[in-house]
């Protein structure tokens, strides 16, 4: 990587771990890694620290696609949602979490019926 780029980076992530805010042995990172149909540009790159990263491996956090506590009945997803980046087991188990999870800030008591594989 070009240092020019990876400078960019860095300085939208505030030079420091976008998890932990380390500020040491940072690395970039792919938000939605290359091996789960990420893209190779910055819109897609983060600072981790070097712990955090290899945690991460090439898990992708979903709670930053999604917009939950504005409607009871809704939950929204961003523009840049990246539908085919999960299996289909994954994506059915973050929807109903985050389900779970909006309903929970808006006091609603439903049952989910699990359906397991």
């Known amino acids: 990587m070009r240092k020019i780029v990876r400078d960019r980076i860095l300085e939208k992530c505030n030079y420091q771990c976008v998890k932990c805010k380390a500020k040491s042995n940072l690395e970039v990172d792919h938000i939605i890694p290359l091996s789960r149909g990420g ?30 506590g504005k409607s009871p009945d809704y939950i929204f997803t961003k523009k840049d949602f990246p539908i085919g980046a999960w299996t289909a087991k994954e994506f059915k188990e973050i929807f109903l979490f985050m389900f779970e999870e909006n309903d929970r800030l808006f006091g609603i008591e439903r049952e989910y019926i699990k359906v397991r594989y």
């Open 39 to 68: 893209r190779e540009d910055e819109d897609n790159m983060q600072i981790l620290c070097s712990k955090c990263n290899r945690k991460k491996h090439n898990y992708i956090y979903f709670r930053q696609f999604f917009i939950i």
